[in-house]
């Protein structure tokens, strides 16, 4: 999970710098004491701005039951709680407030307009408190910022725009909160390395645009996007290696292009409207490890080829109405693979649909290229390509 570990990498290097310098000052980094308990008594301009920020968003905290902010007070803003202070990327001898880490805080209040002030942040996690209303257009200022953790807040409104302007940022995560509304499109031109904004209110489909993006990890769970995943996707080939669609009101057949995707390790598209069979190019997936398809109304045969991915640990696809698999299918179990088959229509198989329930779904076969794809995407709208030849 390459952005988890980027971005562990990215914490454990501004705690090391701020806990020596908070900790250890004499024998630190700065040799000359001086400057340093100087420093703290005056602290430079950046500082300062920094000091009004907080001491506004302090204002704008209505809740804080675990005393985090209890100690913001006063302008030595790098002893608060939940700050890190780094040297600046422009002038190494001074310090600026370069992360603020409030996970798991349950503050409740707002972010207020002078959050601008805090230019010079480039981590900023507050993931998993009560922070409402939306993101103040001044965040604009935040040029630096890497690292932009908010889920699992109660943040509203449409998809908050001003991240689209931030020009340094890697790792975008707004899951469990209330945004609603299309997903821009302008998300996916963004040089973004994860992106997630499973479990909001998203509406309107994937944009073709995705094919801008160079994100690694992708999950759009848990929204209403409807439509076809676009078969531009195939255009992330060099970069994703996690698509997670579930439950996002997915409709018409899986693209055959997913098959172009040779870097991916995680696809799942359960849990939606897929119709129509398991692409056979799924099969030059050789990095993939979990494939989850179930929970959808797909049909026809699983191909041999995706049973014998060589690094395959997972797959689910029950609850479709798949109608029969190649032979690698059934020697799953004895090659340490995990599965899932329940409620398909394979015969002899245990726990599987009745026979009414198979013949009716079979009564109207799919025609992916028929198949009207509901919104803009055009996903299964169009014939299947070529197969990509397996990539190494
Ligand atoms: C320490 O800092 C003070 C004040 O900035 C300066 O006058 C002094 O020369 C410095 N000493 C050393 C050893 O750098
Ligand atoms: C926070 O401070 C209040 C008032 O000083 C106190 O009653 C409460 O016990 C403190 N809570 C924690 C978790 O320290
Ligand atoms: C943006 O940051 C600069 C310093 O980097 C500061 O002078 C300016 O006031 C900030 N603007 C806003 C709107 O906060
Ligand atoms: C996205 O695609 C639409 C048309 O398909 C185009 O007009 C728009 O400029 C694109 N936006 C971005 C950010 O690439
Ligand atoms: C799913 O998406 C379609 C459009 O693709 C829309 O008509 C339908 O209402 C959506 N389903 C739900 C439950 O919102
Ligand atoms: C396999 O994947 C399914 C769904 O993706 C998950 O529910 C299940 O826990 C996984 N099993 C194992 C053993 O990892
Ligand atoms: C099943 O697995 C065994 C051992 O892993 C292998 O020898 C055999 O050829 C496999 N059968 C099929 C049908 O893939």
Not at 53 to 80: F, M, R
Not at 92 to 107: C, R, S, T, Y
């Amino acid at each position: 999970m390459a952005p988890y570990s980027a971005s562990i990498a990215l914490v454990l290097f501004l705690l090391q710098f701020t806990s020596s310098f908070h900790k250890l000052p004499a024998k630190s980094i700065h040799s000359n004491s001086t400057t340093l308990s100087h420093s703290h008594l005056d602290p430079n301009a950046r500082l300062h701005q920094a000091y009004v920020a907080l001491q506004a968003w302090k204002c704008v905290i209505y809740s804080d039951p675990s005393n985090i902010t209890s100690n913001w007070v006063g302008p030595a803003v790098c002893e608060y709680n939940g700050l890190y202070c780094a040297p600046s990327t422009d002038n190494p001898d001074i310090q600026v407030v370069a992360g603020i880490d409030l996970n798991h805080a349950d503050i409740a209040g707002f972010l207020p307009d002078e959050f601008g002030l805090l230019s010079d942040l480039a981590l900023l996690h507050l993931n998993s408190n009560r922070f409402c209303g939306i993101l103040p257009p001044t965040f604009a200022n935040l040029t630096l910022l890497y690292e932009l953790d908010l889920s699992n807040n109660r943040f509203v409104g449409p998809f908050p725009s001003v991240v689209l302007s931030l020009p340094s940022l890697k790792y975008l995560d707004l899951r469990y909160n209330e945004f609603e509304g299309p997903l821009p499109s302008e998300l996916f031109s963004m040089n973004l390395d994860a992106i997630f904004v499973n479990n909001n209110r998203l509406t309107s489909v994937i944009p073709s645009n995705i094919s801008g993006s160079t994100a690694s990890v992708i999950v759009f769970a848990n929204n209403n996007l409807g439509g076809c995943l676009p078969p531009s996707i195939a255009k992330l080939a060099d970069t994703l290696e996690e698509l997670l669609l579930i439950n996002t009101n997915l409709s018409g057949c899986l693209t055959p292009e997913v098959g172009f995707l040779y870097k991916l390790k995680v696809l799942d598209v359960s849990f939606n409207k897929l119709v129509g069979p398991i692409p056979h190019s799924i099969a030059g997936l050789t990095h993939l490890e979990q494939l989850d398809v179930a929970h959808n109304m797909m049909s026809g045969v699983i191909p041999a080829g995706i049973c014998a991915l060589p690094n395959l640990k997972n797959f689910t696809y029950s609850y479709n109405y798949f109608c029969d698999e190649e032979g690698s299918c059934q020697n799953l179990t004895s090659r340490g693979i995990v599965y899932d088959d329940r409620r398909n229509c394979l015969p002899e198989h245990k726990f599987q649909r009745s026979e009414k329930d198979c013949e009716a779904a079979y009564a109207h076969p799919i025609e992916c290229f028929d198949y009207e794809c509901a919104g803009r995407g055009t996903g299964g709208a169009i014939p299947p390509s070529p197969l990509p030849s397996v990539h190494s």
